[in-house]
Every structure is written in C-alpha cells, then in structure tokens.
C-alpha cells in the first residue's frame, strides 16, 4: 500500500510541475486572464492532493521509523 500511495503522490507532484509551467508559458506570452486563474486553482489543488498523499504515505509507513 505504501508504495502505491508514494508512486501516486510522485505522479501528482509531476502534475503540479507541469500546471506550473503551463501557467507560467500562459502569463509569459500574455494569455488570457481567466486560463490563467483556473490553471492557478488547478496548481493548488494537486498541491493540497500531493501533500494528503504524502502524509498518508508517511502514516501508512510509521513515518520513515
């Protein structure tokens, strides 16, 4: 179980990267505002998914003891 829940929080937190470097593209070349929101939101709610994944993998694993 463990190693699910850390392969699926490496795979969110590469999500987050890549929303942030869209994001990032989108502001640079002066792209529309509201993309630019939703990608924003979209960011921080894989953030908040990777850092629950996270926290479950170190629970599930005694904390790295």
Request: hydrophobic share 60%; no cysteine.
């Given at each position: ?8 929080a ?32 979209m ?23």
């Amino acid at each position: 179980m463990s190693t699910f829940t850390t392969i699926l929080a490496i795979i969110v937190m590469g999500l987050v990267a890549l929303v942030l470097v869209r994001g990032l593209f989108n502001m640079m070349k002066g792209g529309d505002a509201n993309r630019s929101n939703k990608l924003m939101q979209m960011r921080v709610l894989l953030q908040a998914i990777a850092v629950v994944l996270i926290m479950l993998t170190l629970w599930i694993t005694g904390g790295g003891r």
